[in-house]
């Protein structure tokens, strides 16, 4: 299939004046500009498979300006140009991907300023949908032997910066403990009464209640690459690779059973 | 990303922030006279975070509060009050936070449990490596068992509730640089960054201050400029609750220990 040279982009977010807190002993003389940050389409590039995204903010910068700007993820991201006001650069035409970009300047006299803003570049074959069949195997035991839902889910701290964003507020954001206090089972093996941990393959549960050492030592096949999680609810149970999102993680808590 | 009272980053070289930064009715207690400066072999299991990162990284970590502070809010500091056992409260501070980290529930330790145990009750300084070393080894007991400012540990060792308590607070798995000794083991300030982007706790000695800490998030003070949020051992009044953020040379540690897993008790 020939791939027609398309460019989608979206502004997502914009975030308009988000000024650093100067430090101490440089007292801010003058109110910060505002800031202004504009995704604008440029020309398709010779390059085959590459979109090409032009970030442009305002307001103009004066001569004696310092700035920065970086675009996040970095990978397989080609700066073409970058001044005071404007970065050009060039990411592949596949997949569709959201780029934070982040503008910095400061100009003499005045307050640091900082603008972000998301550009969404690329787009291409997609990939395949998510199997909408319910993940959890009714069929499938309980890890846990006692009413309730309880969870371990493991992970690997070396490797979660190559996890999902969501994967990592699923293993340490307190957003989602206070989700899991809401929906499992009371449990004075853990903290704030509830069942469910986060730990790194090997942990030492020679100490733990037999209801925790009996379900963390029984076989499991983890991921060398990805977080792993065990659930159950006493009947039947989930065990296998963490999904990568807050959404596909809570339908399988909502498959065994959970209630908030 | 002004995620942090402005004030609580401390001017380490303005000689009007002394009282912050040596109060005379608190103690410290690291030893930097042993220190050797040596290049530094690093563990090698840990995956640098790359500095251009970093603010993303900071960025999603304050969206989803995913740092030890979020997780590891309950933990109230300790208080080494004049003792020397700053580098025991360092690392007792480290084993609280990574049992916060895995939902265990709050305990609070005694610092002193470690540091009386190995110095026999003398008060002596030491580093986060050596309190680091016990802590792996042997635990550390509850205040509940072990109050804080208590260095009598002879009537602790035939004490089977303390000895149960020890066990049940071991680290089992952390960064150090075992090839040194005690004194010597440290983690560089990107190896600590990472960490502590991981939501990794370490505790860092540091020369100039002749103090351990527990460092606890990564802070980007200003852009292109980091530092560290520190927990220190002088009780809730210090500071911001009891913490503080140290920048530039000063919060490069001389020891560091990175704190990952604790025993399931």
Request: glycine share 6%; proline share 9%.
């Amino acid at each position: 299939m020939t791939c027609k040279p398309l460019l989608a982009l979206l502004l997502l977010a914009f975030t308009p004046v988000h000024a650093d807190v100067p430090a101490k002993s440089s007292p801010v003389k003058a109110p910060p500009k505002a800031g202004t940050a504009t995704v604008v389409k440029e020309d398709i590039p010779p390059t085959e498979g590459a979109v090409r995204v032009t970030v442009v903010t305002s307001p103009k910068l004066t001569d004696d300006a310092t700035y920065f700007w970086d675009v996040y993820p970095e990978d397989e991201v080609t700066i073409v140009s970058e001044d005071a006001n404007k970065i050009v650069f060039e990411v592949p035409m596949t997949p569709e991907v959201e780029y934070s970009v982040r503008w910095v300047a400061k100009e003499a006299k005045q307050k640091q300023q900082t603008v972000r803003t998301k550009v969404k570049a690329g787009h291409g074959p997609q990939p395949p949908p998510t199997p909408v069949d319910p993940p959890v195997d009714p069929t499938k035991p309980s890890p846990f032997e006692a009413p309730g839902i309880r969870s371990i889910f493991y992970f690997r701290d070396m490797d979660m910066m190559n996890y999902t964003p969501d994967q990592r507020a699923a293993i340490l954001g307190v957003p989602w403990r206070e989700y899991l206090k809401r929906i499992c089972a009371d449990d004075t093996a853990l903290a704030s009464g509830k069942g469910f941990t986060m730990i790194q393959p090997g942990g030492d549960f020679s100490l733990a209640p037999a209801l925790w050492k009996k379900a963390a030592e029984r076989p499991t096949s983890l991921s060398a690459d990805a977080p792993w999680m065990i659930v159950g609810n006493g009947k039947s149970g989930f065990e296998g690779p963490m999904p990568k999102t807050t959404a596909e993680i809570k339908k399988i808590f909502k498959d065994l059973g959970a209630v908030e | 990303m002004a995620d942090f009272d402005i004030n609580s980053v401390i001017d380490v070289d303005d000689p009007a922030n002394n009282d912050r930064l040596f109060p005379a009715d608190k103690g410290r207690g690291f030893d930097p006279s042993k220190v050797v400066k040596a290049m530094f072999a690093p563990p090698s299991d840990i995956k640098v975070i790359p500095r251009n990162e970093w603010p993303a990284r900071l960025e999603e970590q304050l969206a989803n509060k995913t740092s030890c502070m979020d997780y590891g809010a309950e933990i109230a500091p300790l208080d080494q009050a004049q003792s020397n056992y700053c580098w025991g409260h360092s690392s007792t501070g480290g084993t609280m936070f990574v049992r916060a980290r895995m939902n265990l529930p709050y305990v609070p330790l005694s610092a002193y449990s470690v540091a009386a145990t190995l110095m026999k009750g003398a008060n002596e300084g030491g580093w986060c490596g050596l309190s680091a070393k016990f802590i792996r080894e042997t635990g550390v007991c509850s205040q509940a068992i072990w109050p804080q400012g208590d260095f009598k540990y002879a009537k602790y060792q035939n004490n089977p509730d303390a000895q149960k308590s020890f066990a049940a607070h071991k680290i089992t798995l952390d960064f150090a640089d075992l090839s040194k000794d005690v004194y010597d083991q440290n983690l560089s300030f990107d190896m600590v960054a990472t960490c502590l982007l991981l939501g990794i706790p370490c505790a860092v000695d540091f020369n100039w201050w002749s103090h351990s800490v527990l460092a606890v998030r990564l802070v980007q003070v200003e852009a292109g400029s980091y530092g560290i949020e520190i927990r220190n051992s002088w009780g809730k009044s210090w500071e911001n609750n009891g913490n503080g953020i140290l920048r530039g040379s000063k919060a490069i540690p001389d020891g560091a220990i990175a704190f990952r897993q604790a025993t399931f008790a």
